[in-house]
């Protein structure tokens, strides 16, 4: 049982362990050595023995495609820096090269998702100043995110009236990160959003779904011809304990952001608004060995609007999908403000594979006071991984809208918005 186990596992995941594992090339890579082999048993053997064929085939992947983390320089294969929605693989073509000594890097990349969205970015960025302690860097990005879905706004939105609209953009930001301590930053970034362009659905695997527009033309910003031109900040506080970001099992993650967009082309300001988020992921190992792990998540978002002003509708506060409510749709739910919980206990079966339960629970709503939990996710998953990354998950969840399989090549709690400098247009839940 154990050999066809393995078997299933390493041809249909293994693949994608080599072409899609967790990179994400805005973040340096982690500190300590990838342990994957006879090392990695001798680390945490799970509570069977892992095959041969199992472990053999993840060492390969990984000799094959290299370490997780950011290159040093030359050519890469860019798999990040992609939303929601996208599907479940992308790649391209990145180049890095060192700069100023080592002490920065310029870096250039695009990339073409499973459903057909794009993505092109250019960076410069000096990460180890002051000894560490201060980064600094600039970025643009074009997205051209073909097929976004959205079913109206509030917390009793019809499944049935679900929609979808093709959003591209363009967006500068400067940005700096100062870390008094190892586990502690402080960081702020400033941008231009040149005005999104709201287009009818495109790309590959395009169902039959009716445009945003047409299917909500009273949402704000579905019937506006022009979106505006924004200037946008954040600033962010962050405390980072983990032992790992792609596959932690003991620390925690608690963040605490206020992002400000500046309606740029109305002279009221129609679409200016504020939104506050806090957020915190605490995972607790329950036995010396690490093979049972507890993991905790909550996140919560509040728009603050002058009256007379609104928020557009890809704006506002969402959850549903991959990492929030497991067994909805992507982008499921809006509203001006949102929360989710999430508590998942994994278990170690093999060296390289664990086994979950999770639920979820969170909602949105027109006023901050009104939210509640009453939306909700049951179900279970595998996850494959070495000693420090998560390279493949499988869930499998369970909800009032019925049952939804969740592949990605990520943690589930695995948080962009901590290394993501430009807008996140849309909001990604």
């Not at 509030?154 to 979808?164: C, T, V």
């Not at 946008?232 to 099992?249: G, K, Q, Y």
């Not at 608690?254 to 309606?263: K, M, N, S």
Request: charged content about 20%; glycine content about 10%.
């Amino acid at each position: 049982m154990k050999t066809l186990v393995a078997t299933v596992i390493a041809a249909a995941l293994t693949c994608g362990a080599a072409r899609a594992q967790d990179l994400r090339t805005d973040e340096d890579a982690e500190q300590d050595p990838l342990t994957t082999g006879a090392a990695a048993v001798r680390a945490n053997g799970g509570l069977l023995t892992e095959p041969r064929l199992l472990t053999s085939s993840i060492d390969l992947a990984f000799e094959r495609l290299g370490e997780t983390g950011r290159p040093s320089n030359g050519f890469y294969f860019e798999l990040s820096n992609m939303i929601t929605g996208s599907g479940w693989v992308s790649i391209g073509p990145g180049y890095r090269h060192q700069i100023a000594n080592g002490r920065g890097f310029v870096d250039g990349s695009a990339a073409i998702s499973w459903r057909g969205y794009n993505m092109a970015q250019g960076r410069i960025e000096f990460p180890d100043l002051a000894d560490n302690h201060f980064s600094v860097g600039s970025q643009v990005m074009w997205q051209d995110q073909t097929q976004i879905d959205y079913f109206g706004i509030g917390p009793n939105s019809l499944e049935s009236n679900e929609s979808q609209y093709r959003l591209q953009n363009v967006d500068t930001v400067g940005y700096a990160t100062m870390k008094p301590l190892p586990s502690l930053s402080l960081t702020g970034e400033i941008g231009f959003l040149r005005r999104p362009d709201i287009l009818s659905p495109g790309g590959t695997f395009k169902p039959a779904l009716p445009t945003t527009p047409d299917e909500f033309p009273n949402d704000p910003g579905t019937s506006d011809t022009f979106q505006p031109n924004y200037a946008h900040s954040e600033f962010s506080l962050a405390s980072d304990t983990r032992d790992r970001r792609s596959r932690p099992t003991v620390g925690g993650l608690y963040r605490a952001a206020v992002t400000t967009f500046i309606d740029q082309s109305t002279s009221i300001g129609t679409f200016s608004f504020r939104q506050y988020e806090a957020e915190g992921v605490q995972f607790i190992p329950l036995t010396q060995d690490r093979d049972w792990v507890l993991a905790l998540h909550g996140w919560t978002v509040w728009s603050d609007v002058a009256p007379g002003r609104s928020v557009p509708f890809y704006l506002l506060p969402s959850l549903g999908g991959n990492n929030t409510l497991r067994s909805y749709p992507d982008y499921r739910f809006h509203d001006l403000n949102a929360a989710v919980l999430n508590a998942e206990s994994r278990w170690a079966l093999f060296t390289h594979v664990d086994v979950a339960l999770f639920v979820d629970a969170g909602n949105v709503g027109p006023q901050f006071q009104d939210l509640n939990f009453d939306k909700r996710s049951y179900g279970g998953g595998i996850r494959l991984h070495t000693d420090r990354a998560t390279f493949a998950r499988l869930d499998v969840a369970q909800g009032a809208e019925g049952w939804r399989v969740v592949f990605r090549t990520s943690d589930p709690f695995r948080i962009a918005r901590l290394t993501r400098r430009v807008a996140a247009v849309p909001f990604v839940p």
